[in-house]
């Protein structure tokens, strides 16, 4: 990481060159035109956006893949409404999912699932659940395993695997379990503990971790207008992106980048810097440097894999089509994955009220027969499996167009992570190079995590030193960071340190892990033992120093329950024992008890909390 000052900001301007003009590397010209530093920001194609570009075809606006604003980073979330100002629209969500040619509302409700699938089905389910809950599959490697021990293996098969595999086009044994576990995030045990003692107390329904289920955050004119607002700003103030400008080299001298040679518009071009922001794919960055990385980085860089996308927009003469956002399709009889209503999503996309764009989206990989075919065919192919879903009449559709989209998702397969922290190791001896961004760092980050990155990698060069690579890896990082603490970047960096630190919690969250840590069943049994031991033990000696008439009753008392027992010396030691035995066998039967229902109401917030956070599962494949 670099450490430069602040004081050495003058010697950094116009210095800062940054690869890729997607959400990522946009970000960090925004923020470093914040702290009055000018860059360059190199993009090799002819629009802003990378994957979150808006298309705009004949008046109609349409995404490529659909991007919903939604963050819990409040210094992401400032940033979209200081470029986006009135343009950020709050839009209500409506999706589903079209299995077996029937319609299931999604975010998972489980009466309707159950219902919709039958009650065999329904039936072989529950079983399922609870096979899975007794005996999961270990170790859970693959995504298959992970979704399985979570849902059960029937319901994985039916909602789960078409889909997935349309995705990545791999089987889904082939995925790693770590991606599912990167994408997919419960709360953790004690916020969940913590969230369910306050509402249970306050009935405070706010109080409810906000999620993407119920609404989103929306460009006016889809979210690559947000880039091309940050562009005009970068462009307008003294810095610089230049558009189909291909980076051919990158100069590596002394464990430093020098430069890089770009082909713009046909012309070979050098630009210098004291610092590199690179957001392209790790494959190719390695593969441009010059001179060349030893044979195995290269090969290592080379097993990196990407999934493509290609977007089919249709244009249908008919006002409303259909009521959701967008719908996946789970039907192995079609190749179409998902279709977004871009009408849905903002009334502005669509020019004329009287008529809807679709984008059916197809995952492919490039130089397939999807990716190569031709774009008539591609719209003819959209129109059929539009009939035949049976949510358009195909002649209803007057006009199309096609946007293919290489390297859209980084592929997590089962070497993809030690290739990853190979490259990782070698890149760490070169000072002045960061990546960010999801393809930048071959990670699957959403937009607001790849913009994170974007703003750390910024404060490094200012002189912090934030590992990037944590972003979109802990929990706490990213999601469930306090606003005050994310608006600070000084106490953000405490959830991410470099080197382990302790982590402080406040008195509640102490006061919640002590009220429901497990008790030592054999050290509370002999405390107990030993209290009541001496209770006795005591008791007949203030008995014994007494004297008196009052012993004979007190003898008879409790002899009664403690067989040889005396108001004596003898007496004090046999009643010691026994009590010990008494207060042991009570003592061990509490903590138990005690243990085993906590226990179940701790599974109990457990499990619902889980099924909060993964049934918008499908969201996040």
């Known amino acids: 990481m670099n450490t430069e000052t602040n004081s050495n900001k003058e010697s950094l301007d116009n210095q800062v060159v940054i690869i890729g003009a997607g959400p990522a590397g946009l970000t960090a010209g925004y923020e470093l035109l914040k702290e009055g530093i000018h860059s360059t920001v190199v993009e090799k194609d002819n629009v802003v956006g990378g994957l979150s570009r808006t298309v705009n075809y004949n008046g109609y606006h349409f995404d490529i893949g659909?991007?919903?604003?939604?963050?819990?980073?409040?210094?992401?979330?400032?940033?979209?409404?200081?470029?986006?100002?009135?343009?950020?629209?709050?839009?209500?969500?409506?999706?589903?999912?079209?299995?077996?040619?029937?319609?299931?509302?999604?975010p998972f409700n489980l009466t309707n699932a159950l219902f919709g699938l039958g009650i065999w089905n329904s039936i072989m389910i529950v079983i399922s659940y609870l096979w899975a809950q007794v005996f999961p599959q270990k170790p859970e490697k693959t995504f298959d395993q992970w979704v399985s021990n979570r849902f059960g293996r029937r319901l994985y098969k039916i909602f789960f695997e078409t889909y997935t595999e349309k995705v990545w086009g791999i089987p889904c044994n082939e995925i790693s379990a770590e991606w599912a576990a990167q994408r997919i995030k419960g709360l953790s045990l004690l916020k969940a503990i913590k969230n369910t003692l306050i509402k249970e107390q306050t009935g405070n329904k706010q109080l409810v971790v906000k999620t993407l289920i119920d609404s989103f955050k929306y460009p006016k004119y889809g979210p690559g207008m947000m880039w091309e607002k940050v562009t005009d700003i970068l462009n307008r103030d003294g810095s610089r992106v230049l558009l189909n400008s291909d980076v051919s080299k990158i100069y590596i001298n002394n464990n430093r980048v020098e430069k890089i040679e770009i082909i713009e518009n046909g012309n070979s071009k050098d630009i210098s810097g004291n610092n590199f922001i690179s957001s392209m794919p790790i494959r190719e960055l390695i593969q441009k440097f010059d001179p060349p990385v030893p044979d195995e980085i290269l090969k290592t860089a080379n097993d990196l894999?990407?999934?493509?996308?290609?977007?089919?927009?249709?244009?249908?003469?008919?006002?409303?089509?259909?009521?959701?956002?967008?719908?996946?399709?789970?039907?192995?009889?079609?190749?179409?994955?998902?279709?977004?209503?871009?009408?849905?999503?903002?009334?502005?996309?669509?020019?004329?009220?009287?008529?809807?764009?679709?984008?059916?989206?197809?995952?492919?990989?490039?130089?397939?027969?999807?990716?190569?075919?031709?774009?008539?065919?591609?719209?003819?192919?959209?129109?059929?499996?539009?009939?035949?879903?049976?949510?358009?009449?195909?002649?209803?559709?007057?006009?199309?167009?096609?946007?293919?989209?290489?390297?859209?998702?980084?592929?997590?397969?089962?070497?993809?992570?030690?290739?990853?922290?190979?490259?990782?190791?070698?890149?760490?001896?070169?000072?002045?190079?960061?990546?960010?961004?999801?393809?930048?760092?071959?990670?699957?980050?959403?937009?607001?995590?790849?913009?994170?990155?974007?703003?750390?990698?910024?404060?490094?060069i200012l002189g912090a030193n934030y590992d990037l690579w944590k972003v979109n890896a802990d929990q706490e990082y990213h999601e469930e960071i306090s606003k005050d603490e994310v608006t600070d970047f000084k106490a953000l960096s405490s959830t991410q340190p470099l080197v382990p630190e302790t982590v402080t919690q406040s008195p509640v969250d102490i006061a919640i892990i002590r009220a429901f840590a497990r008790l030592d069943k054999l050290a509370f049994a002999i405390s107990i033992g030993a209290v009541?031991?001496?209770?006795?033990?005591?008791?007949?000696?203030?008995?014994?120093?007494?004297?008196?008439?009052?012993?004979?009753?007190?003898?008879?008392?409790?002899?009664?329950?403690?067989?040889?027992?005396?108001?004596?010396?003898?007496?004090?030691?046999?009643?010691?024992?026994?009590?010990?035995?008494?207060?042991?066998?009570?003592?061990?039967?509490?903590?138990?008890?005690?243990?085993?229902?906590?226990?179940?109401?701790?599974?109990?917030?457990?499990?619902?909390?889980?099924?909060?956070?993964?049934?918008?599962?499908?969201?996040?494949?």
């Not at 992401?76 to 319609?103: A, C, P, Q």
């Not at 008791?539 to 004979?552: M, Q, W, Y």
């Not at 108001?567 to 138990?592: E, P, R």
Request: glycine share 8%; net charge positive; proline share 2%.
């Open 532 to 621: 009541a031991g001496m209770a006795i033990f005591l008791a007949t000696l203030i008995l014994i120093l007494k004297g008196g008439n009052v012993i004979g009753p007190n003898l008879n008392l409790l002899g009664q329950y403690f067989i040889g027992y005396t108001v004596s010396i003898k007496g004090a030691f046999i009643g010691f024992g026994y009590s010990f035995l008494w207060g042991f066998i009570f003592g061990w039967l509490f903590a138990y008890l005690r243990n085993f229902f906590t226990g179940l109401y701790i599974l109990r917030i457990k499990k619902k909390t889980e099924y909060s956070s993964f049934k918008d599962f499908i969201d996040y494949i």
């Open 66 to 106: 659909g991007h919903r604003f939604f963050t819990k980073v409040q210094v992401v979330d400032d940033m979209w409404h200081e470029v986006l100002g009135d343009d950020f629209l709050t839009r209500s969500r409506l999706s589903r999912i079209f299995y077996n040619n029937k319609f299931f509302n999604y």
């Open 305 to 460: 894999k990407y999934r493509d996308f290609l977007t089919v927009s249709l244009v249908v003469k008919k006002k409303d089509v259909f009521p959701d956002n967008w719908i996946y399709i789970h039907d192995p009889k079609v190749e179409v994955g998902r279709i977004q209503n871009f009408k849905n999503w903002s009334k502005d996309m669509v020019p004329s009220e009287e008529k809807t764009c679709l984008g059916l989206e197809y995952f492919c990989f490039e130089g397939d027969g999807l990716w190569s075919m031709d774009d008539k065919d591609l719209i003819e192919l959209g129109k059929k499996e539009l009939q035949q879903t049976g949510l358009v009449d195909a002649s209803l559709v007057e006009d199309g167009t096609v946007v293919r989209m290489p390297k859209a998702y980084p592929v997590y397969d089962s070497t993809y992570l030690e290739s990853v922290n190979t490259i990782r190791k070698y890149l760490n001896d070169i000072g002045n190079l960061q990546l960010i961004g999801r393809n930048g760092m071959h990670k699957y980050n959403n937009q607001d995590h790849s913009m994170l990155t974007a703003m750390l990698a910024v404060k490094n």
